[in-house]
Structure formats: C-alpha cells, structure tokens
C-alpha cells in the first residue's frame, strides 16, 4: 500500500478536493487514481504537480496523443510499474491503438539499445551534430 | 574517440560499404555519422541494427516525425550524449521546431519526476489500470 | 521468492551468525530482513557488504537520518521497490516524519526533473562551475 | 552549446528578465547559470520550472543544505553531468564540505550497489516493511 | 497482465506459430516464455527481436554461458523484474551455478556503485584511457 | 577536475600511499589512475573501495576476465563515461579482444532492449521462473 496511505474525496480537505474537482472535470471522468490520493498528503505538491502537468500536457506544438506517448516511453524506459500501467490507460483514452503501442515499444527498445551502442564504444559526438 | 575507431568508406570493405550505401540512400544524405562508422568493426552488428532501425523508424501507424521525438524522449532520460546529439539533428531534419523541442523535453521532464513520486510514495496499481 | 532462497538464523553457520548478530546488535533490533537472509548464501559478500553499511551509515560529517534520507532517495531514482520498503522503514526509525517523507520525494523529483532538462537541452556546464 | 542557444538577460523578454531577477534575488547572486539561459527559450517551462525548484527548495520540515545533499545524490545516481556540477557548487554555498561530500559519495555509491543486490537475488519485501 | 494479452500457440497466426517454433527447437525445450507471448501481437517485432537475440546469444568470441552472466547483470542493473526472472533461468540453464551467481552480482553491485563515484567526484579521464 | 583534485603519489599520506603501493602490486602496473587518486581525499572510502574491488575482482567461480567484462557491460548500461574508459582498459588487459568487445556490447545493447520491451508490455512472470 502507499506509504502514507491514500486520501479518498469524502476525507479529503477542501484544498485537496480542488485539485481532486479539477482532475476530473479536465480529464471528463468521475474518479480519482491512487497516484493523487497518495500525493494528497502534501497538499503542495500535490496541487503544484497537477498543476504542472496539466499546463504540460495542454495541447501546443505537440498534440495530446504524442504526448502520452511520449510519457509511457519515458516510463517504460525508467521500468516504473505504476507509471507503465497509468499512463498505458491514458494514452489509450487520448487514442493510442494496439498498432502505435507496439511501434511505441519498438521504438522505445531500439532506442535503449543504441544508446548502450554508442556509450559502449565511446563514440564522439559529429562536429556536425554540435550546435 | 571511439574504442575501436572509425571506418571511413574509402576504408570499408564491401560489406561495409554496402550498409553505408543503404543508409545515405535511405537517409537521403551522402555522409555517415561516427555511430556507424564505430560499429563498422562488427559488421554483422552494423547490418542487423541498421536494419533493425530502418525496419523500426520507417512509417507506420506512428509518423517517423512521433518516432524520432520519442527516441530522443528515451535518449534524453538515459542521459546519452551521443544519442541526444544525433537525435535532435534528425528529429529536426523530421520537422521538429524548437517550439515542439521544448514541448517534448517538458514532458519528459515531468515524466521522469513522476515516475520517482510514484515508486518513492509505494503506489500500488489501481484496479482499473490492471488489464 | 529469492534467488537462492533465504537463510534463517536457526539454519545459519557459525560465520552468518556473527553477522547476523552484529546487525541486530548495531541496531538494536531482534530480527533480520531478507536482504540479509538473501545475501547469506555468499558469506563474503554478506560480510563485506554489512561492514561497507555499518561504516558508511555511521555518524560521521553527516548524521544518520541524512544519510537514511539520501539512501531512501537513490532507491526511489532507481526504482528498486525493495529498497524504498526497507529504507523507508529505516529512515523512519532515524527519526523521518511525513513531512519529511514528502519533501524528500518533492526534492527527488524535481532532480530527476532538471536532470533530464539539462541533458535534454545539451547545456554546457559554466566555466564558473568548473573546479 | 546548448542545442537552443543560450539567452543572455541583455538579449532577454521582460517575461524572462523577471524570472531571471528574481533567481538572482532568491539566490543572493548577481549571475544567471547557463540551465536557465537554455530554458529561457520556452518561458513558460523556465518559469514553471524556477517556480517549483524555488518552492521545493525552502526551508521546511527538512533544511536547504539537506535537500542540496538529496539534489546532488539523485544527480550522481543518474550520470548528469551538468547538475552534479552545478549542485556541488549549489551544496557548497548552502554548507557542504568536503567532508560531507565525501560521505554523501560513500552513501550513494553504497545505495546504488545494494539496490542491484536486492533486484538481482530477487529478494522479496518483508512483511513487516509492507505499510 | 500483458498489456495486449498473450498469444498461446494454439491461437498463433502461422508467421508466429514459426517463430514460437524455432525458439523451441533453438532453445531445445518444449514451451514459450511469456515474453514471446506478448510479442506475438506484433509479429515483425516478435520475428526481429527473436532473430537478433538468437544470432547475438550464439557462440563466438564469447560463450553461452558469459554472455547470459551479462544479460542478467544489464537486467539487474535495470531492475528489470521480468528480464532477472527470466534470465537467471536461462543462465543456469547456459551453465551458471549458485557460486557463479553469487559473484556475478557481486560485480555488479560493485560497478553500479563505482560507476557512482566516479561521476559524483566528477573523475576526469586519464590521458593513457582515451584511445 | 575531480571535485576535490588529485593526490598524488608524492603528496599522499603514509595510510593513502598504502593502498596505492597495493593497487600497483595487485595489478602489477607502476602508476594510479584518476578514480583512486579523487578518492584519496577520503581515505577510508579509498581503502574499502579498493579492497572490495580487490576481493570481489579475484579469480573464483568466475576468472577474471568474465568479471571485467560484466564490470564493462554495467559502466555501458550506466553510461558512465569514465568507467567505460577504465574497464575498457582492464578488460582488455585482462585478455578481452576486439571481436569481444563488439559481442560484449551486442550482448548489452540487447539486454537493454528486451529490457524496455518486458516492462513496456508488462510481461507478467511466468510460473516457471518463480524460485
């Protein structure tokens, strides 16, 4: 379980069912995941990450879809079980389809093994590669 | 400079050179990065993750422009400088901006921050994200 | 279950015991965790593992419950889910509250936040910054 | 160089010059370090950013020279060459030693060491370490 | 579970049914690991995955049995829960006793926490190192 | 430079300069690389480095070349730069060749992927590896 445990909405704060109010009418969905129940015992960070990641991941030069993908990669790249799980939900809600998933991974897997390629041989940077 | 150094072309054996010409022409370009010129020295590396790559980057149900944002995604989290390098130059020769640069590194930013809020709370996986 | 299995004191040679002992006596404890019945199979490793800890996590230029804190926030950037359990524990015998719980995860984040945005960003560290 | 190019505040928006002053009035300096002139080219990110390091960062419950110590641990931990230089200059303006540095070193590494033996023998979570 | 669920081989499209079979007969044994299984929703990735892994894992400059020691340390130094599992089997499959393990992540403990020291001291490289 | 400089033989401590007298006689080599000599500031981590290092690096169920190549494979997965280009030099003192290394790295490389692919798709463990 957390380690702090988790807050649900009838115990919460009023500080804390804010941000709870505002997760859910961004997202149009009527619950709470466990990751802000567990933040909501610091009431700071749980409003300042929110916060953060909603103006983040707010359609700009990058549409939403790309961005959660990005996120999954990120996550499966750090081997984050929660965040694997999560953000696999929610970038299907944004219309990730078994198809992109699976060029997603593959793309995630390439980019993990060359990374160890070119450390491991110690390749220098192209001067045309410098800014 | 690299472990075992650089092949140039002019220096390649056929084989080489024959994965050297599949990716100026497939890259549309006419030079090669150290990367390859570094995994020259095994060519049976050289070949089986050039087209590996090939295979992996080319259009699908992803956009290579969302493949090479996510590769420099995972890049930038496993801190390979190489990677970063090469990868900002072809995500940009894909179309990134610097608006979309900028977008991406926030997102991964916030990705990898969560990813620590979330194992270092103990988050259990809710039952909805478990498939 | 662990690898190799875990070896209860009852079942311990003469050369575990010891270690064994010395844990519960450093500590001021009467049992042993797995990690230490896991390592047990290698008396060499437990040994030379246990003797690094004791003189590491000692009292030094920093106290203890620093020392618990920054090892709870490795474990947590590193997403080694046994040692955010135990190292949570122990920080928490050290003296860390809740508060502090989440301060430090607070910091953690945005470490691993920055960490990325500098890579990402390929920023070049300031003359000044040089030692 | 940074891949965007840095912002000198001669060069900067009065948007970036405000986040920039108040840097150097929080930190009691007269200069900007090149991660925020990188920043600088996405506003948003660079305020957002400098907002929640400077929340983060107060004093609370744990003090400014502990959360410089943790800052420091997760950047080592990740390989960032850029934040462990510029957070050991950081630590050592809010008081860190080279005593400390060097039992802060000692800790990381240890955390870092036992965090693999603990996934590698698989160990699995004591009960009583479970919340 | 897996995300895209498993693919038995009962239920397996002939392109994957050959793969599954070729793993069988490669590995000599009689069943498919998980991994492959949820592969098997992709099948150019399951094709290009296996074939790179049964040409890289084949004897040569080294044997079965290191390289294996050296899939599992990678996992170990990943966390990689799944990866540990599955390759200390395959591993003491190859060849790898107890004692083997034993030290094996030993090294490994000791390199992640070398790996730490040096970046946290910020080490430079020895002129005699660079090639 | 090394956070806290160099000390080098001349300017070393009677305790310092025995352990680098012993680094020399164990490795049969007539100087000190950077990593000890940045450690030297801290004479006791310097001493229980060296003799872990020393204890764990000794011919046993594993020779020494097998262990060098892990110690590599680790430094690579970690992108530790420094350490690549040390271990790369012992490793090859200790009988690695070109053709090792290239399959040393392949080896890694691929770890690292399988890696991300297993936790991407969350592979659940399958009942078989459970010990």
């Known amino acids: 379980m957390a380690t702090l445990g988790l807050i649900e909405y009838a115990d919460a704060s009023a500080e804390v069912r804010a941000v709870y ?21 610091d009431p700071a960070t749980l409003r300042r990450t929110w916060e953060s990641i909603r103006q983040i991941m707010a359609p700009g030069a990058l549409d939403p879809l790309t ?25 299907r809600k944004a219309g990730m389809t078994d198809a992109m998933l699976a060029e997603l991974m593959a793309v995630v897997g390439m980019a993990n093994e060359t990374n ?6 110690q390749v220098e940077i192209d001067d045309r590669f410098k800014t």
Chains 1, 2, 3, 4, 5, 6 share one sequence.
């Open 116 to 121: 160890r390629l070119s450390a491991g041989y």
């Open 67 to 91: 961005k959660e993908l990005v996120y999954l990669a990120v996550s499966a790249t750090n081997q984050c079980g929660y965040c694997i799980a999560s953000h696999t939900a929610s970038a």
């Open 21 to 41: 109010d505002d997760i859910m009418t961004t997202r149009r969905t009527d619950w709470i995941n466990n990751f802000w129940k567990a933040l909501a015992h």
